[in-house]
């Protein structure tokens, strides 16, 4: 979970961005309001797909506003925060629209807000909670607060980092289960569902798994998606690339199994993107380029056999940030403008889909530091 030491100081750097004027800030973005409280309505809960609005003012008040059920439903300790109900359900009387019951509760603050300016995260704030505060009457400033928000995520905290290597540890056990167990006749939703298994009991508690579960063929090198009832058939390469997520936060990354014995052609498929990982990897520090990390790892696929039949290059991103969302900036591709930033959490994925042969994709997680990295992945990438 999230600390009260990180969540005060991701607020600290929030106020620091934000114009000397502005006096409040209403968070709408669920995962912001986890980001700065450490308040997340977990999907699977049955308060799923609702939200808690985030109050934050200059002086260091918060307020969490939500329904009475929702404001109960959240994962961890919320910090610092006083929760400003208003009720939905009591067991004794029928409910309203819901969404009425969460701007009944922004109206309660609404009188503390009159005549000091503030500013909305826009892109996620409903019309009605907009005019729960006053609507056109309210002073507002024209930052965006998402973008400011979206901007100060690059930087992981140590709380972050914490719960972001919780992700990787499970994701490797899912990853050592698949490794030891997927096999020919096995379909892909029964490695989904044991790769599942593994990385929840990993993580010791309930989560998310998210990601690719398919076989690719010299017919059909590049397939991804959810898992299907396919079953896996010697020559085939199942690319396994998901995701673990833990309370908003997630992992990203990939292996791929031979069922059966792996061709010669097959080898040098997983080669290649091998040398592209590890060239990738020789670039990766604070202030360098994405594109030129992008470069490092496509440079490689020139010297491939498959090069003359048109696989001289990585045809995808050679990785992408991870944290909140998936994929969230720095993006690693030819015309990328990101430049790479101590605390940053990215992926480094090439792959390489040849017909007649298979596609292989392979992915370790970073964290960026002033000096090059630390990986946050653990688990084995092989062909078998």
Excluded at 254 to 259: E, G, L, Q
Aim: aromatic share 8%; hydrophobic share 40%.
């Amino acid at each position: 979970m999230l600390t009260k030491e990180g969540c005060l100081t991701r607020r600290v750097r929030l106020w620091n961005v934000v114009p000397r004027d502005v006096e409040w800030l209403l968070i709408a973005d669920p995962r912001h309001v986890k980001y700065l409280a450490n308040f997340w309505i977990p999907p699977f809960s049955f308060s799923g797909g609702e939200r808690a609005l985030l109050l934050l003012e200059r002086d260091g008040k918060a307020s969490l506003l939500g329904d009475n059920f929702s404001l109960k439903s959240g994962v961890g300790e919320a910090v610092e925060v006083e929760r400003v109900p208003a009720d939905w359900y009591d067991h004794q009387h029928s409910v309203i629209n819901r969404d009425h019951v969460l701007f009944q509760a922004v109206s309660q603050i609404a009188n503390r807000l009159k005549g000091r300016i503030g500013a909305i995260e826009s892109e996620w704030l409903p019309i009605g909670a907009l005019d729960a505060i006053g609507g056109g009457d309210v002073r507002l400033s024209n930052i965006s607060l998402g973008t400011e928000l979206r901007t100060l995520r690059r930087r992981k905290e140590p709380d972050e980092i914490a719960l972001l290597e919780e992700c990787m540890r499970a994701t490797d056990a899912g990853q050592a289960w698949a490794r030891a167990n997927v096999r020919a006749g096995m379909t892909e939703h029964d490695a989904y569902v044991g790769v599942q298994r593994a990385s929840l009991e990993a993580a010791g508690r309930v989560g998310l798994i998210y990601g690719d579960f398919r076989a690719t063929s010299g017919s059909s090198p590049k397939a991804g998606g959810l898992p299907t009832q396919h079953k896996l058939q010697n020559g085939e390469l199942f690319i396994l690339d998901y995701s673990v997520v833990l309370e908003g936060y997630r992992s990203d990354f990939t292996n791929v199994i031979a069922i059966g014995t792996p061709s010669t052609q097959q080898r040098e498929v997983f080669a290649v993107c091998q040398s592209a990982m590890a060239a990738a990897e020789k670039v990766l520090k604070a202030g360098a380029r994405a594109a030129d990390v992008f470069a490092a790892a496509s440079a490689q696929y020139k010297s491939s056999s498959f090069a003359a039949q048109g696989y001289d290059h990585l045809t995808h991103h050679a990785g992408h940030g991870i944290g909140l969302a998936h994929p969230e900036p720095p993006i690693l591709v030819p015309q990328s403008d990101d430049v790479l930033e101590a605390g940053d959490v990215l992926t480094l994925e090439p792959g390489l889909y040849v017909e007649g042969v298979g596609g292989v994709r392979i992915e370790h997680n970073y964290l960026i530091t002033e000096a090059g990295y630390r990986r946050l992945s653990n688990h084995i990438i092989a062909l078998s």
